[in-house]
């Protein structure tokens, strides 16, 4: 019999409120590790969705330069368009007349688009219209000569305010991926003398020019640290060759080769050192002489209709700089009549210099740039320019790739589910094909790709609509086309839908089954008609997450070739084609940094696309479900 009373002062003995206090404690910590999982979680999730969006949005618009193009009234003839020394090699076939026609209208485009750009600047000189022209988009002008051979323009016409896109590194300055130009008020006036070979001294009559020296001053701080980071790094290597030459067991040779690489770090850190030295002093120093290299700030001043780079502070207020746009005249300009311009990034970190910012704020303050969707994007197939790259492509052959995976994937994987859930006999040949159907789901998705390396292209040629099979050859036609790409993601689909499958099919009561066959149905019609109605939502659901999930697969279409650079569109799945992820994959390590907006806005496209796939699995499960 139980002592009620002895149990009752256990519970309130210290030994049990000490025992209730650490087990509150344990389930205390317990929960604040799992509140900081989560929280971990999340915050990796917005950090991820945070840079991701923010480099999508900037990629969803993009820049034109708006200019009237006007075409001589001898341009697009097509009788003089073939020269003669072409017209053998058409009768041989080797040229045809429509490519030399369209080779010739886009060269007379190429020159008026050219010519009219370069309008637009104040006396470019001859040597730098290859800089100037290296803004320009080659897009620009196959929109136009496409246009002309269309007969939308002709001889002596006038294009008014054509949309020209700019380039990749144009298109990014607009959009703030070289950061941008920090204007400074001015409160004095600026005296200009004019030293030739486009040399001006400048002398500020107020301080105006204290913030961008002091721009200066910090960067030579920065310098310094990372000099001095250098020197750290040599110091430690002295260290290393110093531990090796105290082995007793070194050979002569390999001693006197330690001893000069020990002098060479000697030497390089002490020239580092006494750099960094040298760096912070100039940095720490109120005033002083300081020339501005490739390493340092850009300083700007835009005056008298001109833009002078300043290459030397001679004092706060005494500066020399070189003219990067012609200036009206050298006269006096008053106070607030003038602007300082800083950019904080050095000249060399950036690939646009800071002649080419010049011309981009020219062509801004003219009025002349315009931010319109980039509709492109989502028309247009890959491309090496960064500024004409698109997804078209990419959707296209992620669509075919679909249709071939979910042609093959789901007849086959419902067909095998039904007949292991609903005719096989239970035995240790049906327990074999289960295991290794739960062990397929398991399998690294790349070996399906190396499977179909292997025996779809090195082991024979597909057979396609009646192709024939050709042991031992090369499969180059089929090769990255959607028909392999689709075979191998529905074989590595295909146990996925199996257990789904059969995980709805169990799920359906065997009151249905007793009912039919109750009835007189037989067991195939039970099945086909009862059965297999009630258990298709489930199975489509399972289905469309297979599916979603091969939608994002890139290792296995690598082995298949998918992953290459395609500028074509597909129109089946025997083209050649790549998918969406292949698409992120390549565009992330492209070094232009305009590939890295679009490589962001890519990845919600392929979002989107994977969110309606799982929104329709979960319509068609609300639409098609019954309650038992």
């Known amino acids: 019999m139980v002592d009620m009373k002895a149990l009752s002062d256990y519970h309130t003995s210290d030994a049990a409120k000490k025992f209730m206090r650490k087990r509150h404690r344990s389930e205390a910590r317990f929960k604040a590790i799992g509140v900081i999982a989560i929280l971990l979680a999340l915050g990796a999730l917005v950090s991820l969705a945070w840079t991701i969006g923010s480099n999508a949005v900037r990629a969803l618009y993009e820049y034109d330069v708006t200019v009237d193009i006007s075409f001589p009234q001898d341009a697009f003839d097509r009788s ?124 500020a009559a107020a301080n105006d020019f204290s913030e961008p020296f002091a721009l200066v001053k910090e960067a030579l701080l920065d310098q310094a640290l990372i000099v001095e980071r250098d020197a ?53 120093s109120p005033g ?17 209709g001109g833009t002078i780079k300043i290459d030397e502070f001679n004092g706060a207020n005494q ?8 200036l009206s005249a050298m006269a006096q300009a008053p106070a607030g009549e003038w602007r300082i311009g800083m950019l904080e990034g ?47 492509g990419g959707i296209v052959g992620s669509f075919w790739t679909m249709i071939v995976t979910f042609a093959i994937a789901f007849p086959i994987g419902v067909m095998a589910a039904i007949y292991l859930e609903e005719f096989a006999q239970k035995n240790s040949f049906t327990d074999f094909i289960e295991v290794n159907i739960n062990n397929l789901a398991a399998i690294p998705s790349i070996i399906f790709g190396l499977f179909g390396l292997l025996l779809l ?119 050649p084609t790549t998918v969406m992820p292949a698409l992120v994959y390549f565009w992330s390590d492209y070094p232009e940094k305009l590939f890295e907006l679009k490589t962001s806005l890519a990845i919600v496209v392929l979002l989107l696309f994977l969110i309606a796939m799982n929104t329709l699995a979960i319509i068609l499960r609300k639409r098609f479900e019954r309650r038992w």
């Open 457 to 575: 292209l090195s082991g024979f040629k597909v057979p396609f609509f009646g192709g024939e099979i050709e042991i031992g050859g090369w499969a180059k036609e089929f090769r990255s086309a959607a028909f392999v790409g689709g075979i191998v993601l529905a074989l590595m689909t295909l146990p996925t839908i199996i257990i789904a499958a059969r995980a709805s099919v169990r799920a359906v009561p065997p009151s249905i089954r007793d009912a039919a066959l109750g009835l007189g149905a037989s067991k195939v019609q039970t099945v086909f008609h009862h059965v297999l109605p009630l258990a298709m939502p489930g199975i489509m659901t399972g289905t469309i997450i297979g599916m979603a999930q091969a939608l994002g697969e890139t290792a296995p279409l690598l082995m298949v070739g998918m992953v290459g650079f395609f500028a074509d569109v597909s129109t089946g799945v025997a083209d």
């Open 346 to 392: 050095s000249e060399s970190s950036r690939r646009i210099k800071d002649q080419d910012v010049v011309w981009l704020e020219e062509l801004k303050e003219k009025g002349l740039v315009i931010s319109k969707p980039n509709w492109p994007f989502l028309l247009e197939g890959d491309s090496r320019e960064a500024e004409l790259a698109g997804v078209w």
């Open 319 to 326: 500066l020399t700089g070189s003219v990067l746009r012609p």
């Open 232 to 284: 750290r790094r040599q110091a430690a290597a002295v260290g290393t060759m110093q531990g090796i030459l105290e082995d007793a067991g070194l050979s002569e040779e390999e001693r006197t080769e330690a001893e000069d690489a020990l002098n060479r770090f000697v030497r390089e850190e002490e020239r580092l050192t006494n750099l960094a030295t040298s760096l912070r002093q100039r940095a720490n």
């Open 288 to 304: 002083g002489r300081e020339e501005l290299s490739e390493d340092s700030p850009s300083v700007l001043v835009f005056v008298n």
């Open 80 to 203: 003089t368009a073939v020269k003669d020394f072409e017209r053998p090699l058409i009768e041989q076939g080797i040229l045809s007349e429509d490519s030399i026609i369209r080779r010739e209208f886009r060269n007379q485009t190429r020159i008026a688009i050219e010519k009219t750009f370069l309008a637009q600047f104040d006396g470019v000189p001859e040597d730098r219209r290859g800089n100037v022209l290296e803004l320009l988009s080659r897009g620009s002008v196959d929109t136009l000569s496409d246009a002309v051979l269309e007969g939308t323009y002709g001889p002596g016409d006038v294009v008014q305010d054509f949309p020209a896109l700019l380039s990749d590194d144009a298109q990014l300055y607009y959009k703030g991926g070289f950061g941008s130009v920090d204007f400074v008020d001015t409160a004095g006036t600026l005296d200009l003398v004019d030293k030739g070979d486009g040399r001006v001294d400048l002398l």
